[in-house]
């Protein structure tokens, strides 16, 4: 299964701190895409990252891509309130499908 | 452009009934997916297509059925509803040929389904 596994599970932190959170696949991608979803909504996408890129910025998020560890991160700097989601990563081996895990259920605290 | 648009909103059914739930995209997308999201489980794929006149099974496909009549729409339905499909279902579209990723989905709002 290409499922991406994010750690941690959850993570709490103060508005203005950087949130970091990780995720590992299993098999060969074509990319790697970041979704964030608002509680009781559906998913959106943040930020897509190719197997030849190393480091993706959009804004305040920076994404890293380690091929060789098969492991993804998001970075989100300067957190604010609004950044209170879950988020999930989503290995694409190219069949056009996506697996999510269980995603990082991040809580910024006022 | 509404994006991808799911009804109804939410649903109470009794065991054994039937019903079908109505996603539509209006971004020419080929792609379509249903999932479903339990607490704890994530996303799981139910079924998807390719293109109008296609399906295909996903991950968790038992009990469901859909169809593609028509590019824009993609339905899934319950023939007899059961207290294990209790969950929130969501639907998404990717790919337009116009261009964009093929690989960036777009999902609905959910609806928010309970079997009793």
């Known amino acids: 299964s290409q499922q991406g596994e994010e750690d941690p599970q959850a993570l709490s932190i103060q508005e203005g701190e950087n949130a970091t959170m990780n995720c590992s696949y299993k098999?060969?991608?074509?990319?790697l895409q970041w979704y964030r979803q608002n509680s009781g909504r559906g998913l959106v996408h943040l930020i897509l990252?190719?197997?030849?890129?190393r480091e993706k910025h959009s804004g305040r998020l920076r994404v890293t891509l380690d091929t060789s560890k098969k492991s993804s991160s998001l970075l989100i700097t300067a957190s604010r309130a609004a950044d209170t989601a879950s988020y999930f990563c989503?290995?694409?081996?190219?069949?056009?499908?996506?697996?999510f895990g269980t995603g990082t259920r991040l809580t910024i605290i006022p | 452009n509404a994006g991808v648009t799911q009804t109804p909103k939410f649903r109470v059914l009794k065991t054994g009934q039937s019903m079908t739930l109505l996603c539509a995209q209006d971004?020419?997308?080929?792609?379509m997916y249903w999932y479903r999201q339990d607490p704890g489980m994530g996303l799981r794929l139910i079924h998807y297509?390719?293109?109008?006149?296609?399906?295909a099974k996903g991950e968790v496909p038992d009990g469901y059925n859909v169809s593609r009549l028509k590019k824009q729409n993609f339905l899934l339905g319950l023939e007899s509803a059961a207290p294990s499909q209790t969950s929130v279902y969501f639907c998404?579209?990717?790919?337009?040929?116009?261009?964009?990723?093929?690989?960036?989905?777009?999902f609905g709002p959910g609806t928010r389904l309970t079997v009793l």
């Open positions: 098999t060969s991608i074509n990319n």
């Open positions: 989503a290995p694409a081996p190219g069949n056009e499908k996506l697996t």
């Open positions: 990252i190719r197997s030849n890129e």
């Open positions: 971004m020419n997308h080929e792609y």
């Open positions: 297509s390719v293109g109008e006149g296609t399906t």
């Open positions: 998404a579209s990717s790919y337009s040929h116009s261009g964009g990723d093929p690989d960036t989905q777009y």
